[in-house]
């Protein structure tokens, strides 16, 4: 089975932290996404990656960034968390460029305070 | 950007009934995915439907895609508690680019 495997369920942190969400995969997927998940909004797009070292804008890339420097391996970095980055976090990978099903790790709720 | 609009935004029914859900978007797509998700959980893959298709089965799934009005239902057949969650449709857009994901359908179903 395909496993995505994001490192933390819960995380809490301050004001200001630079935060590190990581996200394995082991299927060997060219494409890996960010997404963050809030009541009343759905999933957005923060931004995803199709190849080792590439990284595209999503819609809401304001105060993250990104990195994928194995093929296995995307993180996102908040730079300086702010209370309204507290949301949940979803990392997904995929074969190709949406023509197929993605595979969802199991989320990260964040609350910065 | 573009983003698929599921309808209504909550359904609640007893079990054995039918559940039909909703999804709208906006431009032209190469395929549309259905996806659900558990409380606080991530999401799972439920069904693709790809531009060229009309109609899908798969179990108690039905899924239908209309691209000349650029909407698609997902039935859920003799509805189970277990089928209580969240329903998301999904979109590739024209270039086949990440997944754009609509707000979402609640569904309750209670015993």
């Known amino acids: 089975d395909v496993k995505v495997t994001q490192s933390s369920r819960y995380l809490v942190k301050r004001t200001g932290e630079k935060v590190f969400l990581e996200c394995v995969q082991d299927m060997d997927h060219e494409n890996m996404f960010w997404y963050r998940q809030d009541p009343g909004l759905g999933l957005r797009l923060i931004y995803f990656s199709y190849d080792v070292k590439m990284k595209e804008k999503g819609d809401i890339p304001e105060g993250y960034s990104v990195s994928r420097e194995k093929k296995e391996r995307f993180s996102l970095i908040l730079e300086s968390a702010s209370t309204n980055q507290t949301s949940m976090y979803l990392c997904?990978?995929?074969?190709?460029?949406?023509?197929?099903?993605?595979?969802f790790g199991q989320g990260t709720r964040l609350t910065v305070v | 950007s573009q983003q698929g609009e599921e309808d209504p935004q909550a359904l609640s029914i007893q079990e054995g009934e039918n559940a039909t859900m909703n999804c709208s978007y906006k431009t032209s797509i190469n395929n549309l995915q259905w996806y659900r998700q558990n409380s606080g959980r991530g999401l799972v893959h439920l069904i693709l439907?790809?531009?060229?298709?009309r109609e899908k089965h798969s179990g108690r799934l039905r899924v239908t895609l209309d691209t000349s009005k650029k909407s698609s239902s997902l039935l859920i057949t003799a509805s189970r508690a277990a089928d209580t969650a969240s329903y998301f449709c999904a979109t590739d857009g024209q270039a086949g680019t990440a997944l754009i994901f609509g707000k979402g359908t609640t569904l309750s179903v209670s015993s």
């Open positions: 439907i790809r531009s060229n298709e």
């Open positions: 997904a990978s995929s074969m190709d460029r949406g023509w197929n099903e993605a595979f």
